[in-house]
């Protein structure tokens, strides 16, 4: 139908350079070409990996952007040649493509599509242009996801079909703070039941990487934090013990090894901070 063929204007995001804030703009939002789809972002959520791009941590990454790489979304319009999706389908967008044809994809023990921003950067879409614009710009995709747009566009191979019952403002989490966190504790790490974990860093990732620890059976799981807001999801989901290191008075790894005899058996980094790995390691 003729609608694929149109522009939409729609509200976005902005990060026009390192350092400066989102500001919210009218964009446009060209149609998808072949092999592309484009989707009306339902929910998003905010992962810290956005914040890191705002501070410019990400040396590949150019600006103006629309962050985001986390959401759910309903397909608007495809492209010439997409057949895994319609409109109307429910998708999350996947800031880690699933290509199915590299030797990452075909390894199944590796999920780290060769097409991902290690490899290609993925702030242009595999043609090498953009489908934003804004006042006359054009502006960067981010990860090919770009969630904080109201309507964004995609390759096929960066969604997943989902089905059509789904909570759009529930999934959005399984584009990336659950999978990370789980992952990390279930395929990853893959605690054994009955084992000691610590958990730094109660975020997305953190509170995700603590229902992993717990559903593997860890009889101990000891989620760590600076800010005490966070102790009661943290315990509704599994955590046994909480502690806040600025209520300590030595270092929180001669406390951690005190309460467990020799240390924890797991110990997860959720923050992206070098010093907690470096103070976890002495
Ligand atoms: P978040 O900001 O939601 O949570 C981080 C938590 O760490 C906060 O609760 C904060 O209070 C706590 N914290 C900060 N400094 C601390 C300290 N010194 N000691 C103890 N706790 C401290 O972040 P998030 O979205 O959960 O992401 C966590 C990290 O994981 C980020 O660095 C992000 O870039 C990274 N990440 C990686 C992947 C991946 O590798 N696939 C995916 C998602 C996120
Ligand atoms: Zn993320």
């Known amino acids: 139908t003729l609608c694929c063929f149109q522009v939409i204007r729609c509200r976005a995001a902005v990060a026009w350079a390192v350092g400066k804030s989102l500001s919210i703009e009218e964009v446009e939002v060209a149609p998808p070409k ?3 789809v484009r989707v009306k972002i339902v929910s998003a959520g905010i992962c810290c990996t956005d914040t890191h791009v705002l501070g410019g941590l990400f040396p590949n990454i150019e600006f103006p952007i629309i962050p985001g790489h986390e959401g759910a ?3 608007e319009s495809i492209g010439e040649g997409v057949t895994y999706v319609k409109p109307g389908d429910k998708v999350i967008p996947l800031c880690i493509p699933q290509c199915g044809e590299c030797s990452f994809c075909l390894n199944p023990d590796s999920n780290y599509c060769i097409k991902s921003h290690l490899s290609e ?13 804004c006042k006359g710009k054009q502006i960067h995709h981010f990860l090919w996801t770009s969630t904080f747009s109201e309507y964004t566009v995609m390759p096929e191979y960066a969604v997943a079909r989902i089905d059509a019952a789904t909570p759009l403002e529930k999934v959005c989490v ?27 860093g109660l975020g997305g990732v953190g509170l995700s990487v603590v229902i992993g620890c717990k559903v593997a059976g860890a009889s101990r799981i000891i989620a760590i934090d ?11 989901l ?17 406390v951690l090894t005190e309460m467990t005899g020799y240390g924890v058996d797991y110990s997860f980094e959720a923050i992206g901070n070098k010093d907690t790995l470096v103070g976890g390691l002495s």
């Open 73 to 75: 979304g309903i397909v």
């Open 226 to 236: 600076i800010n005490k807001d966070k102790f009661a999801k943290a315990k509704e």
């Open 121 to 133: 950067p993925q702030n242009l879409m595999p043609d090498k242009t953009s489908r934003f614009t």
């Open 34 to 36: 072949a092999g592309e």
């Open 238 to 254: 599994g955590a046994t013990d909480c502690i806040n290191p600025k209520d300590l008075t030595k270092p929180i790894q001669e």
């Open 174 to 200: 399984l584009g990336c703070a659950f999978p990370t966190g789980y992952g990390a504790a279930i395929n990853t790490a893959k605690v054994k039941p009955g084992s000691t974990c610590a958990v730094f």
